[in-house]
């Protein structure tokens, strides 16, 4: 349960993009402030080198590190680290306020499996999410990946995986009107591509998990693979096409979106905590 | 010979040359292939079980595209007591050990390899599973 939804309201309705981190080798939390003076010296010099982020206007970027202990899973995750990146034009007024144009978070979420087999000095955040320009996010994860001696991958989401947060997240109940359970499907082998979004009733769709769930607060693959079947057939029976042989690329629901590339938007704190333990899941998975 | 799926057409039983052994194929990416081989199953005969049938699972190079579980098929090549080999036809390398691998276990279905049969292979991989 998130303590309080204020501090981490900036991660709801917002597209965030996924990769795994290898642990951080001697992070000090002390520091952060520390960190932050570097990595904007980091940012600044690279902008001098000519590997310039925005062409034509002067912005200089200001970086804030900061711990939120709020976004974890129990008193063995590590409090989740977010970075903010600024800027503040030097043509406008001294007083004229910062804009963020790129913010990023490492966190983990009953990240154990991780945690309990790495070495002291080592500081396990696997999942990082980002949202911004993919120029900032390279030159955050040059620094870390530099200062820490970690390794950023992006987080690939497989269709097994997408099958089994939609069969998750459609059984959730919402209190008001959620929107369509929807199903995006990219077929295979055509000469130019075919997209088919399949939408169903949020409430249809719970009704079907509610049946196929045999114990609450458990789910099996199997039960993912009776969920998924229906929506097949069904779709079949209408339209004499096998989703089945299609390749899933993104689910979407009233609790949370994902895509296979990677990206996630999470529209309800109150199962913040479940999405992320997922994707914390995933994301150790891929490291190890 | 490749078939889309079983039973194979029966106009044409007279000219078939005798099957030595099959392949059922299931591509990794697609849940379908897994169903359409399920029910293929059921129209081969159970003399062909005793080594004479394999399942070749494609794509596995593409993890992120991954469809069925792995368990899943393994179970299924379980319970019809058959071997499973993984492969990526993509992997030109790959593709060609996987075609010798298969062309190998056929010389050995079709009884040319003196010494071995088609049960005492399969015995012979399971055993090496189980480690």
Known sequence: ?288 | HLAASLPLPSERDHLRPRIDMVVFMIDIKSKYSLKNVETSLAYVDANFFLGKVCFLVTGVGRVNACSIETNAVCKLAETYCSPVLFCELELEGIRAATAQRLLRMLQICAGHIPGISALSFVSLMRSSNVD
């Open chain 1, 1 to 288: 349960e998130i303590a309080d939804p204020q501090k981490t309201a900036f991660v709801l309705r917002k597209a965030w993009t996924l990769y795994s981190v290898t642990p951080l080798y001697c992070f000090r939390r002390a520091r952060l402030s520390d960190y932050a003076r570097l990595l904007s010296a980091f940012i600044a010099a690279e902008k001098q080198k000519g590997l310039a982020v925005e062409v034509g206007v002067e912005l200089d970027i200001k970086v804030a590190l900061s711990s939120l202990a709020d976004l974890r899973g129990s008193e063995l995750d590590q409090a989740a680290l977010l970075v903010q990146l600024s800027s503040r034009s030097r043509a406008s007024s001294k007083n004229s306020e910062d804009k963020l144009v790129w913010s990023g978070w490492f966190c983990s979420v009953f990240g154990d499996d991780l945690s309990e087999n790495v070495p002291e000095n080592f500081t396990c955040l696997p999942l990082f999410l980002t949202h911004g320009a993919e120029s900032y996010t390279s030159l955050v994860g040059s620094w870390f990946q530099k200062t820490f001696d970690c390794c950023f991958r992006r987080l690939a989401i497989s269709p097994l995986n997408l099958s089994w947060m939609v069969a998750m997240w459609a059984g959730y109940k919402l209190d008001r009107a959620a929107s369509a359970v929807e199903l995006v499907f990219s077929m295979p082998r055509l000469s130019q591509p075919l997209d088919i979004s399949y939408a169903i009733h949020p409430e249809d769709a719970k009704a079907l998990w509610d049946t196929v769930q045999k114990t609450p607060g458990e789910i099996t693959q199997g039960e993912v693979d009776v969920f998924m079947d229906c929506l097949y057939a069904h779709f079949h029976r209408h339209f004499k096409i096998h989703l089945s042989a299609a390749k899933l690329v993104k689910v979407s629901t009233g609790i949370a979106s994902a895509h296979c590339d990677g990206i996630v938007k999470i529209l309800h704190s109150q199962y913040l905590p479940g999405v992320l333990m997922l994707l914390t899941e995933l994301a150790i998975s891929q490291i190890q």
